[in-house]
């Protein structure tokens, strides 16, 4: 069912032929800021075809042509060690040429309304970049109450060794796990002796860099909000094919050199590892880590900092 014509443009579910339109969309929206980067992937489902419960909604004007787009998924959540299943809402993509038209509004309320709150997903949430104003401002025109979270994305290059500072780490409060057994998704992931697991986010998507600004001396990338722990600048049109690291413990931390070479002579160039920005990991990883982002998480409900909280891999 289509909804009302707001604005000049409609939302409706999401059709294959929307498909090429999204894509360019995204093609035209690089993310960072001081180096641009550009997603490749294969299709605008890419990511949400992973969840076994998920929606997709465009906006279309009059003419049928595609503004936007957004997706959504059932997706389970551990909190103080019970799953929980939570809204994840995703992949919001607004054509640059009509923004702050209130269309990424639009897509949220659609969202909430036609799948959240139909399946009784009280708490919903996404994860963002910390300098994403954008997305922010939105959210909390979008909902009444919006909390943040914070954690860090560590990135690695596999072309390096990695150095752990301190093997005797604690238990981290926040972590990553990969909380489905779908058959689906033996093709994206696999776990190794340790138990640690390497999520292949490349095979989802990859990033292309764009473009390079030229004052940048060193450093990377991404966002306004980031810690420079080494110095590089990556060259135009090169693609960045990235693994994400779960189920990381003090018991198998030590593995990350052998995984991280292994990565490498796969092909691999990057490797990330999520982290709370005061835990143990980030100070048992930081000074072999390229950079060290912070990210939110942004919910409908309080998250406890200080109450053990394990987020799927694939939200990332």
Request: proline letters at 5%.
């Amino acid at each position: 069912m289509m909804a009302k014509k707001k604005k000049g443009f409609k939302i409706v579910p999401y059709r294959p032929e929307h498909e090429q339109a999204l894509l360019e969309i995204e093609r035209l929206s690089p993310q960072g800021f001081m180096v641009k980067l550009e997603t490749v992937r294969s299709g605008f489902l890419s990511r949400a075809a992973l969840f076994e419960d998920y929606t997709a909604f465009s906006a279309i004007d009059p003419d049928g042509k595609v503004l936007a787009g957004v997706t959504a998924a059932q997706v389970p959540m551990l909190l103080n060690g019970e799953k929980q299943a939570t809204g994840f809402g995703f992949d919001v993509l607004v054509d640059p040429t009509v923004r702050n038209r209130g269309i990424g509004r639009e897509l949220a309320t659609c969202v909430r309304k036609r799948f959240f709150e139909p399946k009784e997903l009280t708490r919903q949430f996404t994860t963002l970049r910390a300098g994403n104003l954008t997305m922010l401002n939105l959210l909390s025109k979008s909902y009444r109450n919006t909390f943040l979270y914070e954690f860090l994305y560590l990135t690695f290059p596999t072309a390096r060794t990695i150095r752990v500072e301190n093997t005797a780490i604690g238990e981290p409060t926040f972590g990553v796990s990969l909380l489905s057994k779908s058959d689906k998704l033996s093709d994206y992931h696999e776990v190794m002796d340790s138990g640690l697991g390497l999520w292949h986010t490349h095979q989802v998507y990859q990033l292309k860099v764009k473009s390079v600004n030229p004052v940048l001396s060193g450093g990377l990338w991404l966002g306004n909000r980031f810690v420079r722990t080494n110095k590089y600048v990556p060259l135009v049109g090169s693609m960045l094919k990235t693994t994400t690291i779960y189920n990381l413990t003090p018991d198998n931390i030590h593995t990350l050199p052998e995984v991280s070479l292994q990565l490498y002579k796969q092909g691999i160039n990057y490797m990330q590892i999520c982290c709370q920005p005061s835990d143990a990991v980030y100070h048992a990883l930081q000074k072999s880590a390229l950079n060290a982002f912070s990210h939110y998480i942004v919910s409908t409900e309080q998250l406890n900092r200080d109450e053990p909280l394990t987020l799927d891999v694939r939200c990332l």
